[in-house]
Protein backbone atom coordinates (compact mmCIF):
# COMPACT_ATOMS: atom_id res chain seq x y z
CA UNK A 1 0.00 0.00 0.00
CA UNK A 2 2.87 2.04 0.76
CA UNK A 3 3.69 2.12 -3.10
CA UNK A 4 1.22 4.65 -3.62
CA UNK A 5 3.59 7.48 -2.42
CA UNK A 6 6.27 6.48 -4.60
CA UNK A 7 4.16 7.67 -7.80
CA UNK A 8 7.25 10.02 -9.73
CA UNK A 9 6.86 13.63 -9.81
CA UNK A 10 6.80 14.22 -12.86
CA UNK A 11 3.27 12.05 -13.13
CA UNK A 12 1.93 13.71 -10.06
CA UNK A 13 3.23 16.95 -11.24
CA UNK A 14 0.72 20.00 -11.02
CA UNK A 15 -1.63 17.82 -9.34
CA UNK A 16 -3.67 19.64 -6.66
CA UNK A 17 -5.02 16.48 -4.69
CA UNK A 18 -3.19 13.00 -3.60
CA UNK A 19 -3.53 9.82 -4.64
CA UNK A 20 -4.95 8.72 -1.19
CA UNK A 21 -7.57 11.44 -1.93
CA UNK A 22 -8.71 10.39 -5.70
CA UNK A 23 -8.97 7.01 -4.10
CA UNK A 24 -11.29 8.10 -1.29
CA UNK A 25 -13.29 9.80 -3.32
CA UNK A 26 -13.97 7.09 -6.06
CA UNK A 27 -14.43 4.34 -2.96
CA UNK A 28 -17.19 6.83 -1.76
CA UNK A 29 -18.38 7.03 -5.64
CA UNK A 30 -18.93 3.41 -5.81
CA UNK A 31 -20.31 2.75 -3.00
CA UNK A 32 -23.23 5.23 -2.85
CA UNK A 33 -23.13 6.42 -6.58
CA UNK A 34 -26.20 5.99 -7.81
CA UNK A 35 -28.27 6.41 -11.10
CA UNK A 36 -26.41 4.20 -13.37
CA UNK A 37 -23.80 5.28 -15.99
CA UNK A 38 -25.49 8.56 -16.85
CA UNK A 39 -25.65 10.18 -13.30
CA UNK A 40 -21.88 9.06 -12.83
CA UNK A 41 -20.37 10.54 -15.24
CA UNK A 42 -21.89 13.93 -14.33
CA UNK A 43 -21.05 13.24 -10.52
CA UNK A 44 -17.28 13.14 -11.40
CA UNK A 45 -17.72 16.21 -13.43
CA UNK A 46 -19.30 18.11 -11.19
CA UNK A 47 -17.52 17.17 -7.91
CA UNK A 48 -14.03 16.88 -9.44
CA UNK A 49 -13.95 19.68 -12.06
CA UNK A 50 -17.06 22.22 -11.06
CA UNK A 51 -16.30 21.92 -6.86
CA UNK A 52 -12.97 20.46 -6.33
CA UNK A 53 -11.13 21.63 -9.55
CA UNK A 54 -8.70 18.42 -9.24
CA UNK A 55 -9.37 17.79 -12.79
CA UNK A 56 -9.52 20.22 -15.85
CA UNK A 57 -12.30 21.01 -18.23
CA UNK A 58 -10.02 19.64 -21.32
CA UNK A 59 -9.00 16.53 -19.00
CA UNK A 60 -12.54 15.59 -18.40
CA UNK A 61 -13.60 15.80 -21.89
CA UNK A 62 -10.27 13.87 -22.74
CA UNK A 63 -11.60 11.12 -20.40
CA UNK A 64 -15.22 11.31 -21.68
CA UNK A 65 -14.16 10.64 -25.53
CA UNK A 66 -11.72 8.35 -25.07
CA UNK A 67 -14.72 6.15 -22.54
CA UNK A 68 -17.00 6.46 -25.37
CA UNK A 69 -14.89 5.54 -28.16
CA UNK A 70 -13.58 2.65 -26.86
CA UNK A 71 -15.69 -0.58 -25.92
CA UNK A 72 -16.31 -1.31 -22.29
CA UNK A 73 -18.33 0.40 -19.32
CA UNK A 74 -18.52 4.38 -19.73
CA UNK A 75 -18.15 5.22 -15.91
CA UNK A 76 -15.57 3.28 -15.31
CA UNK A 77 -13.25 3.80 -17.90
CA UNK A 78 -13.93 7.71 -17.54
CA UNK A 79 -12.96 6.88 -13.64
CA UNK A 80 -9.61 5.07 -14.99
CA UNK A 81 -8.71 8.07 -17.22
CA UNK A 82 -9.19 10.63 -14.46
CA UNK A 83 -6.67 8.70 -11.90
CA UNK A 84 -4.64 7.99 -14.96
CA UNK A 85 -4.39 12.53 -15.42
CA UNK A 86 -2.11 12.76 -12.95
CA UNK A 87 -0.88 9.59 -11.48
CA UNK A 88 -0.30 7.38 -14.56
CA UNK A 89 -0.76 3.50 -14.58
CA UNK A 90 -1.04 3.42 -10.57
CA UNK A 91 -3.39 5.28 -10.63
CA UNK A 92 -5.66 4.30 -13.24
CA UNK A 93 -5.14 1.12 -11.47
CA UNK A 94 -5.95 2.03 -7.67
CA UNK A 95 -8.84 4.53 -8.85
CA UNK A 96 -10.47 1.41 -11.29
CA UNK A 97 -10.33 -0.90 -7.92
CA UNK A 98 -11.43 1.79 -5.76
CA UNK A 99 -14.80 2.64 -7.94
CA UNK A 100 -15.68 -1.16 -8.39
CA UNK A 101 -14.97 -3.16 -5.46
CA UNK A 102 -17.61 -1.77 -3.26
CA UNK A 103 -20.57 -2.31 -5.63
CA UNK A 104 -19.05 -5.78 -6.63
CA UNK A 105 -19.47 -6.64 -2.86
CA UNK A 106 -22.70 -5.79 -2.67
CA UNK A 107 -23.31 -7.84 -5.80
CA UNK A 108 -21.96 -11.08 -4.20
CA UNK A 109 -23.60 -10.61 -0.81
CA UNK A 110 -27.41 -10.08 -2.69
CA UNK A 111 -26.20 -13.15 -4.99
CA UNK A 112 -25.82 -15.36 -1.94
CA UNK A 113 -28.98 -13.97 -0.39
CA UNK A 114 -30.47 -15.00 -3.64
CA UNK A 115 -29.78 -18.49 -3.71
CA UNK A 116 -30.30 -19.10 0.03
CA UNK A 117 -33.86 -17.54 0.08
CA UNK A 118 -34.52 -18.93 -3.14
CA UNK A 119 -35.33 -15.18 -5.02
CA UNK A 120 -35.67 -11.54 -3.92
CA UNK A 121 -39.08 -11.02 -4.64
CA UNK A 122 -38.70 -7.62 -2.62
CA UNK A 123 -36.28 -6.41 -4.83
CA UNK A 124 -39.07 -5.58 -7.64
CA UNK A 125 -41.20 -3.85 -5.12
CA UNK A 126 -37.70 -1.65 -4.19
CA UNK A 127 -36.94 -0.83 -7.93
CA UNK A 128 -40.31 0.32 -8.34
CA UNK A 129 -39.59 3.19 -6.40
CA UNK A 130 -36.12 3.72 -7.05
CA UNK A 131 -36.51 3.23 -10.98
CA UNK A 132 -38.41 6.86 -11.28
CA UNK A 133 -36.20 8.99 -8.64
CA UNK A 134 -33.10 7.49 -10.97
CA UNK A 135 -34.57 8.56 -13.66
CA UNK A 136 -34.72 12.26 -12.22
CA UNK A 137 -31.42 11.91 -10.85
CA UNK A 138 -29.76 11.28 -14.08
CA UNK A 139 -32.07 13.43 -15.88
CA UNK A 140 -30.45 16.53 -13.77
CA UNK A 141 -27.03 15.26 -13.99
CA UNK A 142 -27.35 14.99 -18.23
CA UNK A 143 -28.90 18.56 -18.03
CA UNK A 144 -25.67 19.60 -15.71
CA UNK A 145 -23.46 17.99 -18.25
CA UNK A 146 -24.71 19.27 -21.50
CA UNK A 147 -24.95 23.01 -20.80
CA UNK A 148 -21.77 22.57 -19.12
CA UNK A 149 -19.99 21.05 -22.17
CA UNK A 150 -21.54 23.09 -25.59
CA UNK A 151 -21.45 26.48 -23.86
CA UNK A 152 -22.70 28.73 -27.16
CA UNK A 153 -21.02 26.71 -29.68
CA UNK A 154 -24.03 26.09 -32.23
CA UNK A 155 -22.26 23.15 -34.01
CA UNK A 156 -22.00 21.33 -30.97
CA UNK A 157 -25.78 21.61 -30.48
CA UNK A 158 -26.34 20.93 -34.04
CA UNK A 159 -24.16 17.30 -32.96
CA UNK A 160 -26.20 16.92 -29.73
CA UNK A 161 -29.49 17.42 -31.14
CA UNK A 162 -28.84 14.78 -34.05
CA UNK A 163 -26.99 12.25 -31.66
CA UNK A 164 -30.06 12.78 -28.92
CA UNK A 165 -32.38 12.26 -31.64
CA UNK A 166 -30.25 8.60 -33.00
CA UNK A 167 -30.36 6.87 -29.28
CA UNK A 168 -33.83 7.51 -28.69
CA UNK A 169 -34.68 6.69 -32.16
CA UNK A 170 -32.52 3.48 -32.33
CA UNK A 171 -32.56 2.68 -28.75
CA UNK A 172 -28.67 1.94 -29.02
CA UNK A 173 -25.29 4.05 -28.99
CA UNK A 174 -22.82 3.69 -32.15
CA UNK A 175 -19.57 4.75 -31.86
CA UNK A 176 -19.50 5.66 -35.71
CA UNK A 177 -21.74 8.38 -34.88
CA UNK A 178 -19.00 9.73 -32.40
CA UNK A 179 -16.51 9.19 -34.64
CA UNK A 180 -18.39 11.11 -37.41
CA UNK A 181 -18.80 13.78 -34.85
CA UNK A 182 -15.49 14.30 -34.21
CA UNK A 183 -14.31 14.56 -37.68
CA UNK A 184 -17.49 16.95 -38.13
CA UNK A 185 -16.08 19.48 -35.80
CA UNK A 186 -12.24 18.75 -36.72
CA UNK A 187 -13.34 19.83 -40.35
CA UNK A 188 -15.29 22.97 -39.55
CA UNK A 189 -12.83 24.60 -37.11
CA UNK A 190 -9.80 23.68 -39.29
CA UNK A 191 -11.88 25.43 -42.53
CA UNK A 192 -13.27 28.29 -39.66
CA UNK A 193 -9.62 29.11 -39.29
CA UNK A 194 -8.48 28.40 -42.63
CA UNK A 195 -5.69 25.86 -41.64
CA UNK A 196 -5.86 21.82 -40.65
CA UNK A 197 -3.96 20.14 -38.09
CA UNK A 198 -3.94 16.37 -39.01
CA UNK A 199 -5.02 13.95 -36.16
CA UNK A 200 -2.59 11.88 -34.22
CA UNK A 201 -2.80 8.37 -35.32
CA UNK A 202 -5.03 6.17 -33.51
CA UNK A 203 -3.43 3.77 -31.06
CA UNK A 204 -4.24 -0.08 -32.26
CA UNK A 205 -6.65 -1.57 -30.43
CA UNK A 206 -5.71 -4.58 -28.04
CA UNK A 207 -7.51 -7.21 -28.26
CA UNK A 208 -7.28 -10.31 -25.97
CA UNK A 209 -5.37 -12.78 -26.30
CA UNK A 210 -7.20 -16.04 -26.90
CA UNK A 211 -5.84 -19.10 -24.82
CA UNK A 212 -5.99 -22.98 -25.00
CA UNK A 213 -7.23 -25.47 -22.52
CA UNK A 214 -6.94 -29.00 -22.25
CA UNK A 215 -10.13 -31.12 -22.31
CA UNK A 216 -9.53 -32.80 -18.88
CA UNK A 217 -11.01 -29.69 -16.67
CA UNK A 218 -13.14 -30.41 -13.68
CA UNK A 219 -16.74 -29.37 -14.38
CA UNK A 220 -16.38 -26.24 -12.11
CA UNK A 221 -13.41 -25.60 -13.80
CA UNK A 222 -15.11 -25.27 -17.30
CA UNK A 223 -17.72 -23.35 -16.46
CA UNK A 224 -15.38 -20.91 -14.92
CA UNK A 225 -12.98 -21.06 -18.63
CA UNK A 226 -16.46 -20.48 -19.74
CA UNK A 227 -17.70 -17.27 -17.76
CA UNK A 228 -14.06 -15.67 -18.57
CA UNK A 229 -14.10 -15.96 -22.38
CA UNK A 230 -17.64 -14.90 -22.27
CA UNK A 231 -17.05 -12.00 -20.14
CA UNK A 232 -14.10 -10.92 -21.64
CA UNK A 233 -15.78 -10.95 -24.96
CA UNK A 234 -18.60 -8.37 -23.39
CA UNK A 235 -15.83 -6.16 -21.99
CA UNK A 236 -13.82 -6.09 -25.11
CA UNK A 237 -16.40 -5.97 -27.89
CA UNK A 238 -19.45 -4.18 -26.48
CA UNK A 239 -19.34 0.32 -26.77
CA UNK A 240 -21.37 2.58 -25.02
CA UNK A 241 -22.46 3.15 -21.59
CA UNK A 242 -23.03 -0.04 -18.89
CA UNK A 243 -26.72 -0.54 -20.21
CA UNK A 244 -25.20 -1.40 -23.63
CA UNK A 245 -24.04 -4.90 -22.19
CA UNK A 246 -27.51 -5.45 -21.14
CA UNK A 247 -28.86 -7.09 -24.89
CA UNK A 248 -25.26 -8.79 -25.31
CA UNK A 249 -25.67 -10.38 -21.91
CA UNK A 250 -29.10 -11.42 -22.34
CA UNK A 251 -27.96 -12.91 -26.01
CA UNK A 252 -24.88 -15.45 -24.42
CA UNK A 253 -25.97 -15.72 -20.55
CA UNK A 254 -29.86 -16.81 -21.36
CA UNK A 255 -30.30 -17.69 -25.11
CA UNK A 256 -26.32 -19.46 -25.52
CA UNK A 257 -25.40 -21.12 -22.28
CA UNK A 258 -28.37 -21.30 -20.77
CA UNK A 259 -27.25 -20.22 -17.26
CA UNK A 260 -30.12 -18.36 -16.35
CA UNK A 261 -33.64 -18.17 -17.03
CA UNK A 262 -35.47 -14.90 -17.98
CA UNK A 263 -36.39 -14.04 -14.86
CA UNK A 264 -32.61 -14.49 -13.15
CA UNK A 265 -32.00 -12.26 -15.95
CA UNK A 266 -34.10 -9.58 -14.75
CA UNK A 267 -33.46 -9.81 -11.69
CA UNK A 268 -29.88 -9.46 -12.24
CA UNK A 269 -30.59 -6.37 -14.09
CA UNK A 270 -32.80 -4.94 -11.25
CA UNK A 271 -29.73 -5.63 -8.95
CA UNK A 272 -27.56 -3.64 -10.94
CA UNK A 273 -29.64 -0.54 -10.68
CA UNK A 274 -30.80 -0.64 -7.17
CA UNK A 275 -27.18 -0.83 -6.12
CA UNK A 276 -24.20 1.97 -6.75
CA UNK A 277 -21.77 2.15 -8.79
CA UNK A 278 -21.39 0.64 -12.79
CA UNK A 279 -24.19 -1.02 -13.96
CA UNK A 280 -22.17 -3.61 -15.56
CA UNK A 281 -21.50 -4.87 -11.82
CA UNK A 282 -24.39 -7.23 -12.60
CA UNK A 283 -21.54 -9.57 -14.10
CA UNK A 284 -20.63 -9.83 -10.83
CA UNK A 285 -24.48 -10.97 -9.34
CA UNK A 286 -24.63 -12.98 -12.78
CA UNK A 287 -21.29 -15.27 -12.28
CA UNK A 288 -22.03 -15.80 -8.59
CA UNK A 289 -25.84 -17.55 -9.82
CA UNK A 290 -23.81 -19.46 -12.38
CA UNK A 291 -21.26 -21.41 -10.07
CA UNK A 292 -22.84 -20.81 -7.03
CA UNK A 293 -26.04 -22.62 -7.62
CA UNK A 294 -25.18 -26.28 -6.27
CA UNK A 295 -21.84 -25.21 -5.06
CA UNK A 296 -20.63 -23.54 -1.54
CA UNK A 297 -20.05 -19.57 -1.31
CA UNK A 298 -16.64 -19.95 -2.24
CA UNK A 299 -17.76 -21.29 -5.73
CA UNK A 300 -20.61 -18.03 -6.22
CA UNK A 301 -17.47 -15.60 -4.86
CA UNK A 302 -15.13 -17.57 -8.00
CA UNK A 303 -17.32 -17.46 -10.78
CA UNK A 304 -18.69 -13.33 -9.44
CA UNK A 305 -14.81 -12.62 -9.35
CA UNK A 306 -14.26 -14.34 -12.47
CA UNK A 307 -16.75 -12.53 -14.22
CA UNK A 308 -16.02 -9.38 -12.83
CA UNK A 309 -12.37 -9.34 -13.86
CA UNK A 310 -12.38 -10.49 -16.96
CA UNK A 311 -15.17 -7.85 -17.55
CA UNK A 312 -13.22 -4.78 -16.79
CA UNK A 313 -9.32 -5.52 -17.56
CA UNK A 314 -10.73 -5.12 -21.31
CA UNK A 315 -11.78 -1.37 -20.42
CA UNK A 316 -8.75 -0.97 -17.82
CA UNK A 317 -6.31 -2.06 -21.40
CA UNK A 318 -8.52 -0.16 -23.63
CA UNK A 319 -7.80 3.33 -20.98
CA UNK A 320 -4.42 3.49 -20.42
CA UNK A 321 -2.99 2.14 -23.32
CA UNK A 322 -4.05 4.94 -25.42
CA UNK A 323 -3.86 7.58 -22.64
CA UNK A 324 -0.44 8.73 -23.02
CA UNK A 325 -1.46 9.57 -27.13
CA UNK A 326 -4.67 11.26 -25.38
CA UNK A 327 -2.53 13.50 -22.80
CA UNK A 328 0.57 14.19 -25.13
CA UNK A 329 -1.52 15.43 -28.12
CA UNK A 330 -4.93 16.14 -26.60
CA UNK A 331 -3.91 20.19 -26.96
CA UNK A 332 -3.48 20.23 -30.80
CA UNK A 333 -6.26 22.55 -32.25
CA UNK A 334 -7.49 19.95 -34.32
CA UNK A 335 -7.56 17.39 -31.57
CA UNK A 336 -9.73 19.96 -29.40
CA UNK A 337 -12.05 20.36 -32.15
CA UNK A 338 -12.12 16.24 -32.55
CA UNK A 339 -12.85 16.09 -28.75
CA UNK A 340 -15.34 18.96 -28.79
CA UNK A 341 -17.11 16.73 -31.41
CA UNK A 342 -17.50 13.64 -29.97
CA UNK A 343 -18.16 15.02 -26.51
CA UNK A 344 -21.29 16.69 -27.96
CA UNK A 345 -22.51 13.04 -29.73
CA UNK A 346 -21.41 11.57 -26.07
CA UNK A 347 -23.46 14.04 -24.13
CA UNK A 348 -26.26 13.85 -26.81
CA UNK A 349 -26.83 10.30 -26.46
CA UNK A 350 -26.55 10.43 -22.83
CA UNK A 351 -29.24 12.89 -22.66
CA UNK A 352 -31.34 10.89 -25.39
CA UNK A 353 -30.30 7.55 -23.40
CA UNK A 354 -32.19 9.61 -20.70
CA UNK A 355 -35.52 9.63 -22.59
CA UNK A 356 -35.45 5.89 -23.29
CA UNK A 357 -34.68 4.69 -20.03
CA UNK A 358 -37.27 7.03 -18.82
CA UNK A 359 -39.97 5.76 -21.36
CA UNK A 360 -39.14 2.13 -20.00
CA UNK A 361 -39.36 3.17 -16.37
CA UNK A 362 -42.08 5.14 -15.81
CA UNK A 363 -44.51 4.36 -18.64
CA UNK A 364 -46.40 1.19 -19.21
CA UNK A 365 -44.92 -0.32 -22.62
CA UNK A 366 -43.43 3.03 -23.14
CA UNK A 367 -46.72 5.22 -23.63
CA UNK A 368 -48.84 4.63 -20.75
CA UNK A 369 -48.06 6.39 -17.49
CA UNK A 370 -47.38 4.90 -14.44
CA UNK A 371 -49.14 7.57 -12.12
CA UNK A 372 -46.86 6.67 -8.82
CA UNK A 373 -44.07 6.38 -11.02
CA UNK A 374 -44.53 10.12 -12.54
CA UNK A 375 -45.47 11.26 -9.15
CA UNK A 376 -41.93 9.63 -7.64
CA UNK A 377 -40.35 11.03 -10.52
CA UNK A 378 -41.51 14.91 -10.26
CA UNK A 379 -41.50 14.84 -6.88
CA UNK A 380 -37.44 13.42 -6.98
CA UNK A 381 -36.70 16.42 -9.67
CA UNK A 382 -38.89 18.99 -7.52
CA UNK A 383 -36.68 18.12 -4.67
CA UNK A 384 -33.56 18.10 -5.93
CA UNK A 385 -34.37 21.65 -7.74
CA UNK A 386 -35.18 23.17 -4.56
CA UNK A 387 -32.40 21.68 -1.79
CA UNK A 388 -29.16 21.57 -3.91
CA UNK A 389 -27.38 19.91 -1.16
CA UNK A 390 -29.39 17.12 -0.73
CA UNK A 391 -27.34 13.68 -0.69
CA UNK A 392 -28.72 11.39 -4.15
CA UNK A 393 -28.46 7.99 -1.75
CA UNK A 394 -30.65 9.52 0.76
CA UNK A 395 -33.51 10.20 -2.43
CA UNK A 396 -33.14 6.40 -3.36
CA UNK A 397 -33.59 5.08 0.20
CA UNK A 398 -36.60 7.49 0.33
CA UNK A 399 -37.75 6.19 -2.90
CA UNK A 400 -37.07 2.47 -2.52
CA UNK A 401 -39.16 2.94 0.87
CA UNK A 402 -42.05 3.72 -0.97
CA UNK A 403 -41.61 1.39 -3.63
CA UNK A 404 -41.84 -0.99 -0.28
CA UNK A 405 -44.91 0.38 0.21
CA UNK A 406 -46.21 1.08 -3.01
CA UNK A 407 -45.91 -2.29 -5.09
CA UNK A 408 -48.32 -4.49 -3.53
CA UNK A 409 -50.92 -2.04 -3.58
CA UNK A 410 -50.81 -1.16 -7.73
CA UNK A 411 -49.67 -4.71 -8.46
CA UNK A 412 -52.51 -6.08 -6.32
Request: aromatic share 12%; charged share 10%; proline share 6%.
Amino acid sequence: MSDINQTPPQAAQGAAYSLWQLIAYFLKLGTAGFGGPVALVGYMHRDLVEQRKWISEAEYKEGLTLAQLMPGPLAAQLAMYLGYVHYGVLGATWIGLAFVVPSFLMVVVLGWAYLTYGGLPWMQAVFYGVGASVIAIISISAYKLTKKSLGTDRLLWIIFGLSAAATIITENENVLLFLGAGVIAWLMKSWQAKRATPLSSASPLLLPLSAQFGSDLSPQTEVLVKIGLFFTKAGAFVFGSGLAIVPFLYGGVVKEYGWLNDQEFLDAVAVAMITPGPVVITVGFIGYLVTGRGGTPLDGLAGASVAALATFLPCYLFTVIPAPYFKKHGKRPGIVAFVDGVTAAAVGAIAGACVVLGRRTIFHDGWTPDFPKVVLFAVTLGLLLRFKKLSEPVVVLGAAVVGLVLYPLVRG
